[in-house]
């Protein structure tokens, strides 16, 4: 194991988390207000699926793309975390049959599987801020001890190429929302300077300006040097 003599700033963790949580937390409260006479309960249990599949998607770049190049400088650096992703998939599989069962019950019965719906996306919830607060704490002074900010960055340039468009537009509706005004300038600074100005527009129009105060927007476009 090779160490890096000068240690790396780089986090590639904290947007993409913060953004996570921020859906979890979002998804957790209207899942607690939810009742079987909710006229938005059928949009509800969808938009659960979607935050469901995208917890789902972000294991598989880290699998892919982080726990791939740790392994190579450090051999069984990554094994508690392969175990945590696991035990996040099996979540996945016990809150979608959860699903399934309100979708198909009535009544009173709607009503209690919606309760232990949200008693078991909860638990969820709890992992996944304990998992991601470990590999911020943990494992982010590994990797920064392991590879240089070039190297860091490359592997999360590495994981955004993996990003279809339709998920992308998911995530920086999570991510920018989450991040603070200066972040925010600088991930999309990023992003203009790497996407189509068609793409960029839709990320702002779609993405960024519903999920954010008028206030905030008037920030981030002076920031941005919009045209106002």
Known sequence: M?????????????PIHKGIRLGLC????????????DPGLIRMLADLRAQLALSDQHL????????????????????????????HRASFEDLEALI????????????????????RFSLFVAD??????????????????????????????AIVSQIPPEEMMAVAGLMIPAA????????????????????????LAVAVQPNISADDFAHLSEGLGLAA
């Open 180 to 203: 603070t005004r200066t972040d925010r300038i600088g991930m999309l600074s990023a992003m203009r300077a790497n996407a189509p100005a068609e793409a960029f527009g839709a990320i």
């Open 100 to 119: 399934g069962r309100v979708e198909r019950a009535d009544g009173t019965e709607k009503n209690s599987l919606l309760r232990a719906l949200y008693l």
């Open 2 to 14: 090779k160490l890096n003599c000068d240690r790396s700033t780089h986090d590639f963790y904290a």
């Open 26 to 37: 979002q998804m957790l409260t209207r899942l607690g207000a939810a009742d079987a006479g």
């Open 60 to 87: 598989t770049h880290e699998d892919a793309v982080i726990h791939t190049a740790l392994e190579a400088r450090a051999p069984g650096a990554t094994s508690r975390l392969e175990q945590a992703h696991d035990h």
């Open 128 to 157: 996944d801020f304990a998992h991601m607060a470990e590999e911020e704490q943990l494992m982010l002074p590994i990797l920064q001890s392991l590879f240089s900010d070039e190297e860091l960055m490359a592997l999360e340039d």
